[in-house]
């Protein structure tokens, strides 16, 4: 079993940046994937990122966000840079034993995080 703690958001300008981080219990951590999804207000769960031997990006995302896994401290991390407005969402972490990038795959969840991104 593996339970899941976001942390890390916040109010940023838009152009800013922040770094989201998830805490991870469980002894078999490393044998997860990990992601990262959002929900901005009124619409479904997006995939943004995910990670297992290599990392997968919503095109939306791609060379602005970056995810990161470190098992020694059974961390995950999701590096958001050049923000826009259309970012503003609540964002979760998730693991999985298989991996994907629909939210279906996932059978692990935070609580979440909001991020806001102001104009």
């Known amino acids: 079993q593996v339970q899941l703690v976001e942390s890390g958001g916040g109010l940023v300008q838009a152009g800013g940046s922040l770094r989201l981080a998830c805490a991870a219990s469980g002894r078999t951590f490393s044998s997860y994937a990990v992601g990262w999804f959002c929900q901005p207000p009124g619409k479904e769960r997006e995939f943004v990122a995910a990670i297992s031997w290599a990392a997968d990006y919503a095109d939306s995302v791609k060379g602005r966000f970056t995810i990161s896994k470190d098992n020694v401290k059974k961390m995950v991390y999701l590096q958001l840079n050049s923000l826009k407005p259309e970012d503003t969402a609540v964002y979760y972490c998730?693991?999985?034993?298989?991996?994907?990038?629909?939210?279906?795959?996932?059978?692990?969840w935070g609580q979440g995080t909001q991020v806001t991104v102001s104009s």
């Open positions: 998730a693991a999985t034993t298989q991996y994907g990038t629909h939210h279906y795959n996932y059978e692990h």
